[in-house]
């Protein structure tokens, strides 16, 4: 109980450290919604899930704590993005006898509070959002859909409710739920903020060789299919902090890194936002995920094309550029670097495996190029290729979505990514004039593309695609947003509201609107 105990204390000191470090940087408005509205959930979660003797407590709090929080609908998005990412996956199979029915997991259970909030809260009058753009979501949906042939009737609809509670819920809450900047503004200043305190618990855990929210895991006595504890590279342990794996942590703390930018506003200084990103940065390195860093690179220079800020793309060019040749020049001399970069070492080796999972998978793609097969069938067909974890570990998702849904369905997951950005640009004039539209539909084409490339090289699946798709809804409720009515005065001299009551001079008379052309 007592070692219990410090490992509740250490995190949580880590997490009111870092949480309270970036309030520090904000403004002052900011910084209060962060130490009175974010921070508790994230100390407060990983304290309670450490002590707490059964994990249906735990999923218990879990479905409260967004109902009980939010007082609007807007509030709910950056809500559900912090508890769910304040916990581990805590994965359990719901089962009746031996028959399963279902996967509970933080996401779905957070996603169910999340819907029974939205249903409680009423709707914001006078929002400006049209018709929404859920195309993206629903080639993905479309996907998990067939990947579930092959099996029996009932067996596919177990599947397709596990799919259905576990994605489209949340999806559909969060795209619905933002009507205002102020919703959008924040719920990436959300991402950020969870990016920055989980990347202090990584810094820990990969100096003190511990995962954190890893024994949260074990305490709820929640099994592992592979231990966290076996993912290292050059004998160096890999961050996870609340995440299943490392590779999908450092795509989290990505794309937290790019919801950032926009941001500048929220910070006190310029070289506060620039603290933010170098603690990010570090946390991502401490997870030693490469196409982490790779993504990020393609998302940062999308965001300043996406703006037109050429300066700084030419900029930023020249910095990833003099980083890499540094890097290799490093490398040279140090085996850890060299191991980090995927030029030496068991990261060596993972990059011919890439290479091998490419050729092999195309040719069992040709084999069934419209149909595909089913997924038992593809890890069949590719048996050749195990770990030594005994898996065959597809990291290049375009690979596994060409064997399980054919050639049509390859590109089907790759427009998954591509149609957001491009939906973004196509409506980039309209979203200059809509407060903090711009910024938002920036986050959105850059993080789209950076998922794009990370696929081919980590894979794309698990729970944790649930942050791509609260970024397709940020892309969503966007493609429907509409600039604001813009005001005008009367013509005559009627007054109205206060004005009637004599409360207000007539000179705050009547006020016409016009919706903006």
């Known amino acids: 109980m007592l070692s219990v105990l410090s490992v509740a204390l250490q995190g949580s000191v880590i997490l009111f450290v870092s949480g309270n470090l970036f309030a520090f940087l904000l403004n002052r408005q900011d910084a209060l919604w962060v130490r009175r509205r974010l921070l508790p959930i994230m100390i407060g979660f990983f304290a309670f899930a450490m002590l707490m003797p059964s994990k249906w407590i735990v999923y218990l709090a879990l479905l409260a704590i967004i109902p009980a929080m939010a007082r609007k609908r807007g509030d709910i998005p950056a809500l559900y993005l912090v508890v769910a990412t304040s916990l581990p996956d805590l994965d359990q199979p719901m089962v009746v006898g031996s028959l399963y029915l279902l996967n509970i997991s933080k996401w779905l259970v957070a996603g169910i509070g999340a819907a029974i909030a939205y249903a409680m809260l009423p709707p914001v009058k006078n929002e400006e959002i049209g018709r929404r753009f859920d195309l993206p979501f629903v080639l993905f949906l479309a996907l998990q859909v067939i990947q579930a042939r092959g099996n029996n009737f009932t067996n596919t609809l177990r599947v397709e409710t596990d799919v259905i509670a576990s994605y489209l819920i949340p999806y559909f809450v969060i795209s619905r739920s933002l009507g205002r900047p102020e919703d959008f503004r924040r719920l990436l200043l959300a991402m950020g903020f969870v990016g920055f305190t989980l990347s202090g618990i990584a810094i820990y855990e990969a100096k003190r060789t511990v995962l954190l929210y890893t024994t949260i895991t074990h305490r709820l006595g929640i099994m592992e299919t592979i231990s966290a504890y076996s993912h290292s590279r050059g004998g160096v342990l890999r961050a996870t902090a609340s995440f299943a794996d490392a590779t999908a942590f450092g795509g989290f703390l990505c794309t937290a890194l790019l919801c950032l930018l926009p941001a500048r506003g929220a910070f006190r200084a310029r070289k506060y936002q620039l603290f933010a990103f170098f603690v990010i940065f570090v946390g991502i ?56 970069i995927g030029i030496a070492g068991d990261a060596a080796e993972t990059t011919d495996y890439r290479k091998l999972l490419i050729t092999r998978g195309w040719e069992e793609i040709r084999k069934h190029p419209i149909s595909g097969v089913n997924p038992g069938q593809a890890v069949l067909s590719l048996s050749d290729l195990k770990q030594g974890e ?9 690979i596994w979505y060409g064997l399980t849904t054919g050639i049509i369905g390859m590109i089907a997951f790759l427009m998954g990514f591509l149609l957001p950005a491009i939906k973004m640009v196509g409506i980039r004039h309209r979203l200059n004039r809509i407060a903090y539209g711009r910024e938002a539909g920036a986050v959105v084409a850059a993080v789209s593309i950076y998922y794009a490339v990370a696929a081919g090289t980590a894979g794309f699946g698990g729970r944790a695609v649930m942050i791509y798709f609260s970024i397709l809804a940020v892309g969503a409720a966007l493609s429907g947003a509409r600039p604001p009515r813009r005001v005008f005065p009367a013509a005559g001299p009627t007054s109205i509201g206060r004005a009637d009551t004599g409360s207000g001079s007539s000179t705050e008379g009547a006020m016409l609107t016009v919706a903006a052309k």
């Open 285 to 340: 390195y401490m997870a030693n995920t490469r196409s982490a860093l790779l993504g990020l690179v393609v998302g940062l220079l999308v965001y300043d094309l996406f703006r037109k800020n050429y300066r700084s793309l030419f900029r930023n060019v020249a910095l990833i550029a003099a980083a890499a040749v540094a890097m290799v020049g490093i490398a040279q001399f140090s085996h850890s670097m060299a191991t980090r």
């Open 390 to 398: 005994g898996i065959v570990d597809f990291v290049n998702a375009y």
